[in-house]
């Protein structure tokens, strides 16, 4: 079956530390990957995209790579920020008709 | 864009009864999701739509919930006989069929709490 599994958080780090949250994932086929971000009281938004093996998706300075020989799209970012502080969620598609999330990674940046 | 609507926010309620939640979601968007998310979890699969219908329900969904998207437009999702543990945020996704996996855009969900 298809799964998500995420590091477990939550995660501090002060201003400017490198960021890598894990994120490793079990699929029939071959899924398309993502990373969303939710903000306190908010719903999920996009943060980037892999749609298929060696791709790597970027934004606002974040970056994953799509590995299908470790079946893993871990999260880095070299300089985080205090406005970075969220719940990370990996999530996978086989087909597009449904969504699998991993648990969430909280992150808290500090000044 | 407006981006994908959820009314309302928040929602409190007494054991047993019934309610109601709407997603208003991106308009050229023929697909749509319902999810439910716990404290301290991911989102969980909850059914989705392709314009009218409804073409995947999780085991998640028992009987007491439906959902309905009459003109392929807007959705409701109704819940019967609430219980304690249908407490959690109910969010809505949209997104468009294209020829790869297209990304599911979140409303900001609404919050269930059962008293």
């Known amino acids: 079956g298809n799964s998500v599994t995420q590091m477990e958080g939550p995660v501090t780090l002060s201003e400017e530390a490198f960021l890598t949250i894990n994120c490793t994932y079990t699929?029939?086929?071959?899924?398309?990957l993502f990373w969303y971000v939710q903000y306190p009281g908010e719903g999920l938004q996009l943060l980037l995209k892999?749609?298929?093996?060696?791709d790597k998706g970027s934004n606002k300075g974040f970056e994953a790579t799509y590995r299908k020989e470790t079946t893993s799209f871990h999260l880095e970012k070299g300089s985080v920020q205090v406005s970075d502080s969220a719940v990370y969620f990996c999530?996978?598609?086989?087909?597009?008709?449904?969504?699998?999330f991993g648990t969430g990674t909280s992150l808290t940046v500090i000044p | 864009d407006t981006g994908v609507s959820q009314d309302p926010r928040h929602k409190i309620t007494k054991r047993g009864q019934n309610v109601t939640f709407r997603c208003d979601p991106i308009?050229?968007?023929?697909?749509l999701y319902w999810y439910r998310q716990t404290l301290g979890q991911g989102p969980e699969f909850l059914t989705y739509?392709?314009?009218?219908?409804?073409?995947?329900k999780s085991r998640l969904l028992s009987d007491r919930f439906s959902a309905e998207r009459p003109k392929g437009s807007f959705s409701t999702l109704e819940i019967q006989r609430t219980e304690q543990g249908d407490s959690a945020m109910y969010l809505c996704?949209?997104?468009?069929?294209?020829?790869?996996?297209?990304?599911?855009?979140f409303g900001d969900g609404t919050r269930l709490s059962i008293l």
């Open positions: 699929a029939t086929g071959y899924p398309s």
């Open positions: 999530a996978l598609s086989s087909t597009g008709n449904q969504f699998y």
């Open positions: 996704a949209s997104s468009y069929t294209g020829t790869s996996n297209q990304p599911q855009h």
């Open positions: 892999a749609t298929k093996a060696d």
């Open positions: 739509f392709q314009n009218e219908a409804q073409l995947e």
């Open positions: 308009s050229e968007h023929n697909r």
